[in-house]
């Protein structure tokens, strides 16, 4: 592809400029450009594009879901990690569909370069070297971005994705100084640019494990464990996994590394009191571990490869805070590790981020028109969640340009619908992730089923090229038909399906039953159906039989929950109208009214979702909009009341 509207002129304007080169940056720079706006992606070092801050992985359960959805709404990261997958596996295989999720190794550098060209070949994209520090406005909203080169970068809207980026600071032990990942430095000028525009920023921590060099390993009596050959890969367009998967290895910690850190535990700035910020509870650091799990005398660690053409490979399951020298110490007590050399020595981050519910379910922020959030800045973790927040915020900005209705996924239609949904109507205590144990409807968000459900959307919108739909329609088109002729297909008792049905030992029909009846049984499985019926398949993309399998078994819990959604759906999407005067509506509770008015949810449903929100408090709120005149009615009241407040005063 070449550049049409090539904009390398400072001077020039802009609609769009994203900060950040990091997963949510490059999903909002290319979304936005796609869409048509005059893109500008600015960030601190261009060598740093796609940066795997810390595992070389993307995927599992909920942020598996996350990437596909990314794939089905047009975003980069799922083609971008199949062209550079060293092993892929489906974890939960033994579990239901809903929580069956693909796990992928990444070729950490060759994922940045790759996702750098996609930026550089992106028409409507100029990407450029500079630090943000502060986003200028005036009385109409955004007017652009002053760049520490002094470069003044004028557009109509911004996206900032800055990561961990704002303020950081690092810790190795009690050894700290102010640094970003990378060796980067920090943003500290956006950050107080950001307070200044009206928006709260609050301190979390994360951490990361040491990086070590593969040749001081001893992999005798270490367990491997393989990538799976016939694991689809993330996007739709990729038709098969790597022919040669590396393996990653498995080890254990065990009671003599737990005494070293034991011993060791006021070295660590979480417990020393060095840092105040909240960690990620579900994805601990190894002193949180045994500090917190004094039962367990093992937990266990994945040496994962970082790359084909390099030394360096990831302990996973062993982050940590402590002192280089006792990261040496308690490693070299673990079976395979005993001569360990460290490449990367692990540490902590403590960083600013603004607290979500400062945003607008687009991403917007309710402080400053035009200005948009995504990423680790809004308080989450994981390279899943800043690409699909990074996406949204980048639609959303093309969307605020063209004066258009921004895209907002329900919770019943995507995992980002439930992640954005939390973010803005909860908020944050610790950094968060996405699980399938936070979405209510997860059998309907399957991972196979995010392009029939999302697709069309992004197509609306005009974000979807034509491979890409052309291969959902051959999905769709297929799983549609084959419904329909498995449910046509009849047999009758007596017929040459009995001997099939006796093999997988499934009852005789004693009346005529279809196809489609028969392979709702556990025991009838598709493909073995194909091989008897002697039918031949079309050339489909990868996961649409299993698709097609999942919503034959499952058609009762779907149908279910399809009715759970239709029942509530007319109350939950009833808009509450952005200027709702929340003190007029009288018969709220005080809690109620408080957290509503800051907030400012969109609709019910989001009100539903609030803590401190009761039925009866719903129940008041929409009899108000039902009858708006009851509101004016509630503020006379109130007028008089204030009134004679005062009198008696
Ligand atoms: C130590 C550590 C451990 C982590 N552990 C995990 C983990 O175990 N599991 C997990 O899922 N995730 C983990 N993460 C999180 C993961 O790396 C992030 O969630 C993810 O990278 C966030 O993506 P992002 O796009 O929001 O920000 P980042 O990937 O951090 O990218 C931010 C980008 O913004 C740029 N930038 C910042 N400020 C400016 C500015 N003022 N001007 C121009 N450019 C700017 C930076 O250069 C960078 O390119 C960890 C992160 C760190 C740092």
């Not at 794939?71 to 295989?93: F, I, K, S």
């Not at 291969?471 to 040459?496: C, D, Q, S, W």
């Not at 009852?507 to 598709?526: F, W």
Request: aromatic letters at 8%; proline letters at 6%.
């Amino acid at each position: 592809m070449n550049k049409t509207k090539d904009n390398l002129n400072p001077s020039d304007s802009y609609d769009v400029i994203v900060v950040g080169g990091g997963h949510a940056g490059c999903e909002a720079a290319l979304a936005a450009s796609r869409l048509g706006c005059r893109t500008l992606l600015l960030s601190l070092n261009l060598d740093m594009v796609a940066y795997m801050a810390c595992n070389p992985s993307l995927g599992g359960p909920g942020k598996g879901h996350l990437v596909k959805e990314i794939d089905a709404l047009g975003g980069e990261m799922p083609r971008v990690a199949d062209q550079n997958t060293l092993q892929v596996r489906t974890l939960n295989t033994g579990k239901g569909p809903a929580v069956q999720a693909m796990r992928a190794q990444i070729h950490k550098w060759n994922y940045q370069r790759t996702m750098r060209l996609a930026l550089e070949q992106q028409n409507n994209l100029t990407v450029r070297e500079d630090m943000a520090e502060k986003v200028e406005t005036d009385e109409s909203g955004i007017k652009g971005i002053r760049g520490r080169s002094s470069a003044f970068y004028p557009a109509k809207a911004v996206v900032i994705c800055s990561g961990v980026y704002l303020s950081a600071r690092l810790f190795l032990g009690d050894h700290r100084y102010d640094a970003a990942p990378g060796s980067l430095t920090p943003s500290k000028n956006l950050a107080n640019c950001l307070k200044e525009l009206g928006l709260t920023l609050e301190r979390f921590k994360t951490d990361t494990p040491p990086r070590v060099y593969r040749r001081s390993i001893d992999f005798t009596n270490l367990n491997p464990v393989y990538g799976d050959p016939d694991a689809p890969g993330f996007s739709i367009v990729t038709q098969k996994a790597p022919d040669q998967q590396i393996p990653c290895w498995m080890t254990h910690t065990n009671p003599k590394t737990h005494e070293i850190i034991k011993n060791n535990f006021s070295q660590a700035p979480l417990y020393s009191g060095l840092i105040k910020g909240s960690g990620p509870r579900y994805c601990p650091s190894i002193e949180d571990k045994i500090y917190r799990f004094t039962d367990r005398d093992r937990h266990p660690i994945f040496i994962e490869p970082e790359g084909t053409d390099t030394d360096e490979v990831y302990l996973q399951g062993i982050s940590t805070g402590l002192p280089p020298d006792i990261q040496t110490k308690f490693l070299r007590t673990i079976e395979g590790l005993e001569n360990v050399e460290i490449m990367r020595p692990a540490y902590a981050i403590e960083y600013d981020f603004a607290p979500p519910t400062q945003l607008k379910v687009s991403l917007e922020t309710k402080a400053v028109p035009g200005l948009f959030l995504a990423g680790q800045v809004n308080g989450t973790t994981g390279y899943e969640e800043a690409g699909a927040q990074g996406l949204i915020a980048g639609i959303n900005a093309a969307m605020y340009i063209e004066n258009h209705e921004p895209l907002v996924l329900k919770r019943s239609e995507a995992y980002i619908g439930v992640m954005i949904d939390d973010l803005v109507t909860r908020g944050v205590m610790e950094p968060y992730r996405i699980f399938t144990s936070r979405g209510e409807y997860r059998l309907l968000l399957r991972q196979d089923n995010a392009d029939l459900r999302l697709t069309e959307k992004s197509r609306e919108i005009g974000l979807i090229d034509e491979i890409r739909y052309q291969k959902h329609l051959v999905k769709k088109v297929f799983i549609e038909t084959e419904l329909a002729r498995l449910e046509k297909t009849k047999y009758n008792p007596g017929g040459p399906i009995e001997d099939f049905l006796s093999n997988h030992n499934s009852s005789l029909p004693k009346q005529p039953i279809s196809a489609l009846e028969l392979l709702r049984r556990p025991e009838i499985n598709y493909p073995a159906y194909l091989v008897w019926e002697n039918k031949k398949v079309p050339d489909l993309p990868r996961g649409t039989l299993r698709e097609l399998e999942n919503q034959i078994k499952y058609a009762g819990y779907i149908a279910k929950q399809g009715m759970a959604i239709e029942k509530t759906s007319r109350m939950q999407d009833k808009k509450i109208p952005e200027d709702f005067d929340y003190r007029r509506a009288k018969h709220l509770s005080t809690e109620a009214r408080q957290k509503l008015e800051k907030i400012r949810p969109d609709t019910i449903g989001q009100a539903s979702r609030m803590e401190g929100v009761t039925p009866a408090d719903l129940s008041v709120l929409l009899l108000y909009l039902e009858r708006p005149e009851a509101l004016g009615q509630a503020n006379n009241n109130y007028k008089q009341t204030k009134e004679n407040e005062i009198e008696e005063n």
